[in-house]
């Protein structure tokens, strides 16, 4: 198994930046495709990024095209989301999560390994 633990969230203003960090143990980082996932207040859990085990594709949710980038550090075992021109409703609780599967997928049900989140606030 991996576990997973996540970092970096905060309160930030709208326009603002911030980098969140996701630290695997138990297992190599390299063998899974990586997501982060996104939880607002009253809402269900959604897609926002996901990179392939080799660091070679990226997907994104539309919400967050062109202002969040996801990247790897598999020799340091971590995934990152820098997350750039926050917007209010970018506020959440940021999972990370980790799939062994051949294909990257966007839905939340496709990956076994969850983080307990980080809380990202972005104020107006």
């Known amino acids: 198994q991996v576990q997973l633990a996540e970092s970096g969230g905060g309160l930030v203003q709208a326009g603002g930046s911030l980098r969140l960090s996701c630290v695997a143990s138990?297992?190599?980082?390299?063998?899974?495709?990586m997501a982060w996932f996104r939880q607002a207040p009253g809402k269900e859990r959604e897609f926002a990024a996901a990179?392939?085990?080799?660091?070679?594709?990226?997907y994104y949710a539309d919400s967050v095209k062109g202002r969040f980038t996801i990247s790897r550090d598999n020799a340091k075992n971590t995934v990152y989301l820098q997350m750039n021109s926050l917007k209010p409703e970018d506020t959440a609780v940021y999972y990370c999560a980790a799939d062994s599967s051949l294909y990257v997928y966007r839905t939340r049900s496709e990956y076994d390994y969850w983080g307990k989140g980080t809380l990202v606030t972005v104020s107006s």
């Open positions: 138990g297992r190599p980082l390299g063998s899974y495709n």
């Open positions: 990179i392939h085990w080799s660091g070679g594709s990226t």
